[in-house]
Structure formats: structure tokens, C-alpha cells
């Protein structure tokens, strides 16, 4: 395995994922919806050999298709993807949830995950495998995370409904809840805690590491948890 597309690579979590691929001698096809943060994340990493990026939306169905088709001429087949671009709208209850912010959860969240499966998985072999980030929030009800919440129930039924479907291709879904971890997305959730007490992403990406490693049967993972 060895060829890897990541959504949202620019910051946090698939930042460090990025970083350590690369390291590990990985070919990796990455994008967040600001071009310049993926200028900066090149920059950062001295424009390494195998890396490749490219601004794209992944809520939107045609930049959802242009990154995939953009990943497939710069790799060829794909052995992992990754699904961890997100975003955490805002934590209310039901009844003062804005409508628009709902609207963008559900459409970055749950369909930016189908658009970008959708779109990879003709270039998916036997072996390969699909990583789907899910969330604490999608396995028991966390009043007042609203859309997030909902999405990541969301993005938890796809994968377990995925690994059903590509059981006879032998390619593996995981839906993966990395647990509290210290990125600008945990801080705007929690602005009272102090980030120094969160395992930084490097520990989310050993786990991933280790997952890709051993191969467990497709299902529901928590950080650390094998
Ligand atoms: N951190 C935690 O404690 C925690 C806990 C549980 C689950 N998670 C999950 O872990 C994953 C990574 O979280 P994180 O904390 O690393 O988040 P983060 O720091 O906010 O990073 C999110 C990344 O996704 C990109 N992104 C957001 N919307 C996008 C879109 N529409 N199209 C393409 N890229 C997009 C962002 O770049 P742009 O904004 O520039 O597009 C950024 O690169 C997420 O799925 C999150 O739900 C995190």
C-alpha cells in the first residue's frame, strides 16, 4: 500500500497524516477547500517528492470529481482513502440551529463523503482500503452538537453499509473516532480547555498506522482501541 488520497490534509488531523505518509515513502493526493493553506502545508514540508494537492470543495459534486480525477492521473489506483475533511458547525440545541449552518454540516460532512468514495472506488483494487473519520458524537447522542453530530451517525451507517458492500472485493471501511485531539477544530469546540492537556494528531496518525498494518475486520474503531 502505498498510494493514499486524504481529504482536508491542509490542518490537524490530515495534516499529520500527510507529514507521516509522505516520511513513510507514500505517495499522497491531498486538498482542503484554501489553496494558499496548501501552498503554506508544501512549503512547510519542502515540497516533497510524491505530494500533491489541489484546492477543491468536497460537498461540491463537480470539485468533489475534478480532486478524484486530478488524485487518479497523479497516482494511478488508489490503496487508501481517507475521508477526514470536516467541518463542526455550531453547538446548539435543536430549535436554535440555523438552517444554513445544518445545511453546509450535512452537505461538507456526509455528502463530500459519498461524492469522493464514489468517485475513487472504480480505482480501488483488492486489498485497498477506505478510511472514513467519524466522531464520539456519531456513536451516542451528544446533546447540542446538532449537525455535526448527525453527520457523523451519518458517516458511521455509510462505512458500516460500504464494508458490506465491498466485503467481495476485499477492500476494507473503517469508520475511525480519533478521540479529543489537540487541532483548531477540538479548540473551537471546547474554548475553555487547554490544548496542552490533548494528545496532538501524531498519536491519531500511529493509530491509522497501525490499522493500515493490520487489516482488522471492516467496523467501528476508537483511537487506540484494536
Ligand atoms: N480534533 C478532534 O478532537 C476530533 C474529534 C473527533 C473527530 N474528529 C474528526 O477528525 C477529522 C479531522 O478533524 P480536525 O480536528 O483535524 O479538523 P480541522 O483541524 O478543522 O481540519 C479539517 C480539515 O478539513 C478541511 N476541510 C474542511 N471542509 C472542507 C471541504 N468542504 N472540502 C475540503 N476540505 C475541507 C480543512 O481545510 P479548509 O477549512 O481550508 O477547507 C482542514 O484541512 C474530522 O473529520 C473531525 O470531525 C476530530
Known sequence: ?????????????????????????????????????LLKLKEELRNPKGLYLKACDVGNKNSAKDFVSFCVEKLGNIDLLVNNASILGERLPIEEYP?????????INIKGVF?????????????????NMSSGAGKRPAPYWGAYAVSKFGV????????????????????????????????KA????DPSTLKPPEKVVEFLLKLISHRPPSGSYDYNNL
Open 190 to 193: 471546547y474554548p475553555q480547555e
Open 99 to 107: 438552517e444554513e449552518v445544518w445545511e453546509e454540516v450535512i452537505r
Open 1 to 37: 500500500m502505498k498510494r493514499a488520497i486524504l481529504t482536508g490534509g491542509s490542518k490537524g488531523i490530515g495534516k499529520a497524516i500527510v507529514e507521516k505518509l509522505i516520511k513513510e515513502g507514500w505517495e499522497v493526493c491531498t486538498c482542503s477547500r484554501r489553496e494558499e493553506d
Open 156 to 187: 458511521e451507517g455509510f462505512s458500516l453499509l460500504l464494508a458490506e458492500e465491498l466485503r467481495g472485493r476485499n477492500i476494507k471501511v473503517y469508520a475511525l473516532n480519533p478521540g479529543a485531539t489537540r487541532t483548531k477544530m477540538r479548540a
Open 115 to 131: 461524492y469522493i468514495t464514489k468517485y475513487a472506488l472504480p480505482y480501488m483494487a483488492e486489498g485497498s482500503m477506505i478510511v
